[in-house]
């Protein structure tokens, strides 16, 4: 099995744990890889990927604005606004 | 040791529809912020993203117009990274699968060289929101009206060789997408994003140096100068015996350099994989055909016609093509003008200095194409003089009237009756016997004179060409009778 | 009144003026308010509910009342409904009020149904107990030492008590089939595409699926007949149209008795204590009712746990990313800077089980681990699909367990995470597949019940349904009920 860098991943998917979940999550992790890793022994050699179920086709919308945006009720549920824009603690770029 | 810069284009164009690429809310620039963000956009738990039929068939006009490949199956992918102003904490994209393969794209420096730079692929995506970081202290505000504003990336090999013609590269990008009316290409509202591949080796190297990469340069005169910066920036750590670091920096335009981005420092691992909101998109040949048959004339091909049809010069050709509003008004004018070269000198003259002066676009020209084909017609055929036709055009400008009416109230109708005209030139020859002794003694200056005091009598409206005739019949005339 | 009534017998008593709607409205809140310690709602939508239902009293006298007008439901909490919370039994939405209807819940409104309230739910649907919700865990009725399973624990556990007539549910992997085994009541997935998944907060989304609980198989058809169907604003929902689903609650859902062959798939008997006898018997119904038995194999069924966790934690992990404590939802208290917030955010508000297939999706779907993992999935699904696809070939539907066994008890599983994922073990395979399957009780262990599966080709609800009438015209399992306050 190829060694889980647990903190890699908690950056990648912005999660922070502390060190008893982090030991906790490493050994949860190592078991799950572990029984996934059973599909490497099974032959998929010229198996083609099924991504969907269904192997449809994309359906296009027409272009028209059908959408009647109402700010207010979407940022009802928003925990930070201020004149209509979403606050998040100073971005440096 | 000489260097050679290597640069690559990632083009950003944003296309023109009328909805977002997978959402019904209205992309237009300006709006409030927030009031042009539905749940679709702002990533609200269980909505779902459906494909604008409008963007697919832009992605493949743009692809026919570089002879390029159309994949009749392409695939969006989830590009994986957080930040706030991209709400679903993944922007859709396209990775492996994009429906633009392989083209081309001509393009030509001032010195008349041409060069043919690869495109490797284009792609639709989702735009992502605006970060405004100065709005309020400690705090950045994000406006997410521009989530989900259809983009077509275009990606160029690393074709390029000099910051010049990276420019001329993305000015023919600029031409060729208003041509197509897939977009605005308004570079100031963003429409035309650039991001520059930039790396430099020794002349004559094989191999490519270390890249960094310039981001979100937005007009032409930028993008030439963060990469001729950029270029020597790398040449400098290079040759104090540095390596360049592979980094993704910001150009910034007031000082006038390129810096190093921290927030993109941890997003070196999207996780692409395919959408699974989103199915394969399958275009049909007839489908492909249908798109290739709406194609307009491009860009190269009218700036070919116009110098070999209209005998005009390269020049001329290029500036009246690049921008399709200025060729399409200029062959409006042609069909009635039926002169091209005085045609090209007009526009290119003064109908492009009075849109500068009042700040107008070539759609906005208040002087129809019709009427300044009449005025150029007017003076071809010798009605008035190409003088007084400055006149008519201001007065066409501030819509005084058609060309005809303008002549007649303002009564500048050129005169060509000879017989006036002779006896308005005996009366100055009578009145300025010192001048018609001067020119007999061989000053042939004095002719000027004599022109000017005509067309002051005439109030200007005398032939120009017929007086010229007149005159020296008339000077000649006397100086044999006295021999 | 019946507690247990289906809506058939509800939309008749409302019909013949044995109740209006408002008093029928009153009885199951007045249930729900005396069995509330099992948990089976996050929120009782008591003010809506009372104004819906006076509203279908009117269509009934303006005679406008359709199927389900004045019928009482409830919805998984991973719905979307204006103005009532959505939380999917997170902390991270535990105040959040969609600004609008799931396509599902708009339908069923249409159609006149009163809902109720939302029902308890594993977080984000990722679980198979109910024990992973912020909310606390919905109770098993017949015994509430035990789980009522997942994810739509709240759902099965809630009509199973008659709290509700019917009541909607997901399946991703089981989430749908898996409770309403264990809670002895009927629950359909069905086929990928055939309902909507707009404004359902997705798990894994080429997987979600919605579907309906209830106690007989007409009322499961009536329900999805509302439910599904066309929705321009889901890219993957099917255009597909059958007439027979629009008319099924006008025509009424007729037993099937076609003699139909049913395939019995060798892997899933092959260790299966608990149920067995009660399996075999459901077979030999089928067998005494005109079908023919046959023995298949599902080569690949041992791919289809491996398979599935890539494929669901992949797809998991960035569904979730949206959750992120920026534009909506739950934010940490006074984050120092973006990343901050971001960490503490999402850690504060997300349980355990959810982090860990967050974990493991992006573990799955990062460079270098790609190919072994994601793709290898993809690959083992299409396998999957394929030993189904062959086997259509031969029989009409496949019979087989729903669960390894009957209810486990609360915490007996929650330590360990890789068993916990084997219980899916028997539903996983059919939605890997996108297959529309139904688990239907049909007997009892240690008075608890057992719940066996009917999977079919895609887009067979119908015979789904009618072989479910049929069995449940000769048996009377749907018709056993748990004590409840």
């Known amino acids: 099995m190829a060694d889980i860098d647990i903190k890699h991943l908690c950056r990648l998917a912005q999660l922070a744990l502390n060190e008893t979940e982090h030991q906790a999550v490493r050994a949860d992790l190592e078991r ?62 | 040791m000489q260097w050679e810069p290597v640069i690559g284009l990632e083009v950003h164009v944003q296309l023109a529809t009328k909805s977002k690429i997978f959402s019904g809310a209205s992309p237009a620039f300006g709006g409030a912020p927030n009031a042009q963000a539905c749940p679709v956009d702002l990533g609200l738990p269980g909505v779902l993203p459906v494909l604008n039929a409008e963007a697919v068939r832009m992605a493949v006009m743009f692809g026919l117009a570089i002879n390029a490949t159309i994949y009749p199956y392409s695939i969006f992918d989830r590009k994986n990274y957080f930040y706030p102003d991209l709400p679903k904490g993944y922007q859709i994209s396209q990775f492996d699968h994009p429906i633009v393969g392989p083209g081309t794209l001509t393009i030509q420096m001032e010195n008349g060289d041409t060069h043919i730079i690869r495109i490797t692929r284009a792609h639709l995506e989702e735009d992502a929101g605006k970060s405004l970081h100065t709005a309020y202290a400690g705090m950045t505000g994000i406006d997410l009206n521009r989530t989900g504003t259809p983009l077509l990336e275009v990606v160029s090999e690393p074709d390029l060789r000099s910051p010049a013609q990276a420019v001329a590269y993305f000015k023919q990008l600029h031409a060729l997408v208003r041509y197509l009316k897939i977009c605005d290409g308004n570079l100031a509202e963003g429409s035309m994003r650039c991001d520059a591949n930039v790396s430099v080796r020794p002349l004559g190297a094989t191999e490519l140096g270390e890249r960094s990469e310039i981001k979100n340069i937005n007009s032409f005169r930028f993008v030439e100068k ?150 150029i017609a007017r003076i071809n055929d010798n009605t008035i003089s190409s003088k007084l036709a400055k006149t008519v055009f201001e007065a066409l400008w501030t819509k005084e009237g058609t060309v005809d009416e303008i002549i007649d109230a303002r009564g500048l109708r050129q005169l060509s009756d000879s017989g006036a005209l002779r006896g308005i030139i005996e009366k100055i020859m009578m009145d300025n016997p010192d001048q018609v002794a001067q020119y007999r003694a061989g000053k042939d200056r004095v002719l000027g004179f004599f022109v000017g005091q005509v067309m002051k009598a005439t109030q200007g409206k005398a032939n120009p060409g017929q007086v010229n005739e007149l005159l020296l019949d008339s000077l000649k005339r006397e100086k044999g009778s006295e021999e | 009144m019946n507690e247990f009534a289906t809506i058939g017998e509800l939309a008749r008593g409302l019909r013949q003026g044995d109740y209006s709607s408002v008093e029928l409205i009153r009885h199951y809140l007045a249930r729900i308010d005396a069995n509330s310690t099992l948990n089976t709602f996050i929120t009782v939508a008591e003010d809506e509910a009372l104004n819906a239902a006076a509203s279908a009293d009117q269509a009934f006298e303006r005679g406008e009342a359709g199927p389900l007008t004045g019928i009482p439901l409830a919805h998984k909490d991973i719905f979307c409904t204006q103005g009532i919370a959505t939380t999917c039994g997170s902390r991270i939405l535990e105040n959040w009020i969609a600004p609008y209807d799931a396509t599902v819940v708009d339908r069923l409104a249409h159609a006149g149904a009163v809902l109720l309230g939302k029902t308890n739910m594993d977080e984000f649907a990722m679980g198979s107990s109910n024990e992973n919700s912020y909310f606390g865990a919905a109770l098993n009725p017949w015994d509430s030492s035990r789980v009522p399973g997942g994810s739509s624990g709240g759902s099965a556990a809630a009509v199973a008590a008659g709290l509700t007539p019917v009541a909607t549910g997901t399946d991703t992997g089981g989430s749908i089939r898996q409770p309403a085994a264990f809670c002895g009541v009927a629950g359909i997935k069905p086929t990928y595409g055939r309902v909507s998944r707009y404004g359902m907060a997705a798990f894994a989304s080429s997987l979600d699926q919605a579907g309906v609980f209830g106690h007989d198989a007409q009322d499961l058809a009536v329900v999805l007949s509302i439910m599904s169907g066309f929705d321009p604003r889901d890219s993957t929902s099917s255009d597909r149209a059958d007439s027979w689903l629009t008319g099924v609650s006008e025509s009424g859902l007729k037993p099937n008795d076609e003699g139909l062959t049913i395939g019995l798939p060798s892997e899933y008997f092959k260790d299966l204590n608990e149920g067995a006898t009660l399996l075999q018997a459901a077979a030999k119904e089928f067998e005494n009712a005109g079908c023919r038995l046959t023995q298949i194999s599902l080569p690949h069924t041992d791919a289809a746990i491996p398979a599935y966790y890539i494929i669901a934690g992949a797809e998991a992990s960035t569904n979730l990313a949206r959750y992120d404590g920026v534009h909506f939802g739950y934010r940490c208290e006074n984050p120092k800077s973006l990343e901050d917030l971001y960490q503490r955010s999402r850690s504060e508000g997300f349980g355990i089980e959810v982090k860990r297939r967050i974990l493991t999706g992006t573990y799955a779907l990062s460079v270098g681990y790609f190919d072994a993992y994601y793709l290898k999935a993809q690959k083992l699904r299409r396998l999957i699909q394929q030993d189904f696809l062959s086997a259509f070939e031969e029989v009409d539907l496949i019979l087989a367990p729903t669960t390894p066994g009957v209810a486990f008890h609360t915490g007996d599983l929650t330590d360990d995470p890789v068993a916990m994922y084997q219980q899916d073990i028997f539903t996983i395979p059919a939605s890997l597949a996108g297959l529309p399957a139904l688990s239907l ?33 000769n048996t009377d399992w749907h018709q056993r009920h748990p004590e409840v306050a």
Not at chain 1, 60 to 89: H, K, M, N, S
Not at chain 2, 266 to 286: A, G, I, M
């Open chain 1, 32 to 93: 799950i890889i572990a029984m996934v890793d059973q599909m490497q022994a099974m032959d998929t050699e010229d198996v083609e990927p099924l991504a969907h179920p269904l192997e449809a086709d994309q359906r296009l919308r027409p272009d028209e604005i059908t959408e009647v945006v109402d700010r207010d009720r979407y940022q009802r549920g928003a925990p930070a606004t201020r004149d209509g824009l979403y606050l998040v603690p100073r971005v440096v770029e």
């Open chain 2, 226 to 375: 963060a990469i001729q910066f950029e270029i020597e920036r790398q040449i400098d750590i290079l040759e104090s015996g540095g390596k360049v670091k592979r980094d993704t920096r910001l150009y910034d335009s007031e000082r006038n350099e390129t810096r190093s981005m921290r927030s993109k420092e941890l997003s070196d691992d999207y996780r692409y994989f395919p959408d699974p909101d989103l199915l394969p998109v399958r275009l049909t040949l007839e489908f492909i055909a249908a798109v290739k048959a709406s194609l307009p004339e491009l860009p190269q091909a009218r700036k070919a016609r116009f110098t070999t049809e209209l005998k005009l010069s390269d020049y001329d050709a290029a500036w009246l093509t690049n921008d399709p509003a200025v060729a399409d008004y200029f062959e409006a004018v042609l069909a009635t003008a039926h002169d091209a070269k005085l045609t090209a000198n007009w526009i290119m003259g003064d109908a492009s200095a009075a849109l500068h002066r009042d700040d107008l676009e070539w759609t906005d020209c208040p002087v129809p194409a019709t009427e300044l084909g009449q005025l």
């Open chain 3, 441 to 473: 009780p049909c007997g009892f262990t240690g008075g608890l019940p057992i719940g066996m599966q009917l999977i079919g080709p895609h887009f067979s609800e119908r015979r789904l349904l009618e072989t479910s009438a049929l069995y449940q015209q």
